[in-house]
């Protein structure tokens, strides 16, 4: 599946922007679901590779697992996409982009953090696949908590420096997110 920035452009203009906060935004990627759909097979494919590099090791998982945009390239689309909304929401056009994926298991959280450095101009998540109770996103933004409800083909922009976490997975299935930061 080859997406190019030609089609984004075109799947962005058919998007409404939705604001959560003056800062926290959420779009849906129209047509996902064959996108999410080689992102989670490739993925799986790949978490366990001897050349996956993880990181972040809490509450019993890594909360970080790099695996290449050279092998599951269909990610490319989403950091171009991103890459685009950022452009959209602050007028300034991004240079680069870096992604992980977090795998969250029956029972795992993600810990509260921000993405704080020097040369980011926001963070993101992608959703790729969602069951029902699997964790929401919690965002503090002046000192009030801000709870958004992952829907898969949704990303969910913010600035880097807000702290935020994942509640618990309640679900039975995994969970698997995208976290992106975009920048100069």
Known sequence: MQHNTEKIT?????LKLEKITNTIFRYYVAQSTSLNSVINEKFLNYV???NTRKSHFFEGRHE????????????????????????EITGETP????????Y??????????SHDE??????AVYYVRVPKNSGDLIITEDNKDI???PKEGTLVLFPPSLVHHVTVNNSKSARLSVGINIGH
């Not at 075109?10 to 058919?14: A, E, F, L, P, V």
């Not at 240079?95 to 977090?102: D, Y």
């Not at 795992?108 to 953090?113: G, K, N, Q, S």
């Open 48 to 50: 366990n590779e001897e």
């Open 10 to 14: 075109m799947i962005n203009s058919k």
């Open 104 to 113: 969250m298991q029956p029972g795992h959280v993600t810990l509260a953090h």
């Open 118 to 123: 020097a040369d980011e101009i926001y963070s």
């Open 95 to 102: 240079s680069q982009s870096g992604l992980w994926f977090n």
């Open 147 to 149: 709870t958004i409800h």
């Open 64 to 87: 970080n697992i790099y695996i290449s945009s050279e092998l599951i390239s269909e990610i490319k689309t989403v950091l171009n996409f991103g890459k685009l909304c950022v452009e």
